[in-house]
């Protein structure tokens, strides 16, 4: 059973295209992570959902749009791609946020985005 | 400004060695995790430190938590080859997020 699942796991695209990627996790857990991960294998934080309502937005291009249509799905839509764009992108889960005393945080597979 | 800083970056070392992971951060916080990456897969969890003296140990991994010295610690004892991987350390400084570490890739050499 995969608790967190994103798809696709490879994406290959020309710059100035429009790409998705999808997540869903199956733990019952109200918020939802995007990271993007570059080739330094730096992680960094993009957004943060909470049952649906975005909770951190960490200065990233307004070409980059999450979408959460439930707690348990976490979407990202990437507009006019660019070559910097190029990274794995880790969709995570945990407990709710604001009501946890902790926030482990539970990994999906990576969707590894190359832009030419 | 709420930083997380790993050391080394790169580790090399012998199978059978013994060598810790440090994970500095910069203001208080008593809630902190170590995730394992194999090259092209996922995060997985490997502790959650949620206490100052905390102590957890999976085989031969154990973490350690010191909040008054903003320091943790991954110890490898007798290290073996399927160790072999990046660690990463997170802290939540209490912002609704964690705030990642920059990594230790960690290379077994028989």
């Known amino acids: 059973d995969t608790a967190v699942s994103q798809t696709p796991k490879y994406l290959v695209t020309q710059m100035g295209n429009d790409k998705s990627i999808k997540c869903e996790q199956n733990?019952?857990?109200?918020?939802m992570y995007w990271y993007k991960q570059d080739s330094k294998k730096f992680l960094k934080i993009m957004f943060s959902?909470?049952?649906?309502?975005?909770?951190i937005n960490e200065t990233v291009p307004n070409r980059f749009s999450p979408k959460s249509p439930d707690k348990a799905h976490l979407n990202l839509h990437i507009n006019s791609l660019e070559l910097g764009d190029s990274a794995v992108y880790f969709c995570?889960?945990?407990?709710?946020?604001?009501?946890?005393?902790?926030?482990?945080?539970?990994f999906g597979p990576g969707t590894r985005l190359t832009v030419l | 400004e709420l930083k997380v800083e790993q050391n080394p970056l790169f580790l090399s070392m012998q199978e059978g060695k013994n060598y810790t992971i440090y994970c500095n951060y910069s203001t208080t916080s008593d809630r902190l995790y170590w995730y394992r990456q194999d090259p092209g897969k996922s995060l997985e969890s490997l502790f959650v430190l949620l206490s100052n003296g905390a102590v957890k140990q999976e085989g031969r991994l154990m973490a350690s938590l010191d909040t008054k010295a903003r320091l943790s610690t991954l110890h490898i004892t007798a290290a073996v080859h399927d160790l072999s991987a990046t660690y990463f350390c997170a802290v939540d400084f209490g912002n609704e997020k964690l705030t990642f570490g920059t990594g230790t890739r960690l290379t077994i050499i028989p």
């Open positions: 995570a889960s945990s407990q709710d946020l604001r009501g946890a005393f902790y926030n482990e945080q539970f």
């Open positions: 733990l019952g857990h109200d918020t």
């Open positions: 959902y909470n049952n649906k309502e975005l909770i």
